[in-house]
């Protein structure tokens, strides 16, 4: 049985897994890896950015671990075969409805955040984005000809009271691990959508956890303090859109997004996918010079959540934060250091 399906993807993607690949032959020798293409490299090949193949591989596995999909050569491609309707529906056929992306800062790259050193150090809070839902999802969605001239284009957001619930509890029950605050972002001022998520999160939060402080804020006031005070929030818990924007601006605290891991998780049991939060990167792919850490530290949280393996887990964590005081910088981090010497520079201090 497969552990751990490797998803390198294109751009950056293959060459930041190849040092995931690397980690865990020191790591973890045992673990049984397998590989598939994906996205536009599964395009070129199968003509499908998913093969009903490799989706069958995944929900099989015990871990995904995904690279980055996408780039200009497939910008022409049918919008149903484009590579990012490949991780679409690779979200959607393993059915994690929880994406979980922790904002951190490590305190050796404070300097490098777009922030001041004291609004960032220390920085550890979650975004719990609802994954498998809302606009990006929703019918009907068309562009069609308007008959006075012009076009016009149409996307829907739709979520029922389980889709909200089921993310808000993941929320909930993380809270209760870290500090026991959730903060529940929408525009309940001008969508139903917005409204009825509230709705939810209040009867839920009621219901079942009571215990935990809970807080509700507009999202667009969500992303303003953000970048004012991050350090008042815990877990974040939003909608697919929200939650795409707000933590690409939380991903920018810490530095760079090369950092940041993502996990992505569905009912207990079932398998995680887990994925540096950074695209395919098409402006620095093939150079070698791609920050492997966001990647690194995807499969650290793989290894935790879905591979019963917190030792390793713990070491692999405890490596990065070595090899990041020692002074191991890429580029992205205003050092030289290629992909594969970062790479290197984890397993030395492993
Ligand atoms: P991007 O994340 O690929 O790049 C944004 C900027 O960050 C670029 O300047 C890039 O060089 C830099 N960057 C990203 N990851 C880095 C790393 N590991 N090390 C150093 N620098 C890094 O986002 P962009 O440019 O908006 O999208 C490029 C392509 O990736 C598009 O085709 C997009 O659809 C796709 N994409 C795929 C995602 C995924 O596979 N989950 C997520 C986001 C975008
Ligand atoms: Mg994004």
Known sequence: MTDLLLLPGDGIGPEVI????????VLTPDLQIAERLFGGSSYDEHGVPLTEEALAAAKAAKAVLMGAVGG???????????????LLALRAGMEVFANLRPALCFNALADASSLKREVVEGLDFMIVRELTGGIYFGSPRFIEDVPTG????????????????????????????????VTSAEKSNVMDSGLLWRQVVTDLHARDYADVELEHILADNAAMQIVKNPKQFDVMVTDNLFGDILSDISAQLTGSLGMLPSAALGEAGKPGLYEPIHGSAP?????????PLAAILSFEMALRWSLDQAEAADKLYAAVIKALDSGARTRDLGGALTTAQMGDAVIAAL
């Open 283 to 291: 402006d620095i792919a093939g150079q070698g010079i791609a920050n």
């Open 150 to 181: 012009g076009k016009r284009a149409v996307d829907t957001q739709v979520y029922t009271t389980a889709e909200i619930e089921r993310v808000a509890r993941v929320a909930f029950e993380l809270a209760r691990g870290r500090r026991n605050k």
């Open 18 to 25: 190849a040092e995931v690949r690397k980690v865990a032959r």
């Open 72 to 86: 200009p050569k497939w910008a022409n491609a049918p919008r149903d075969k484009r590579p990012e309707a490949g």
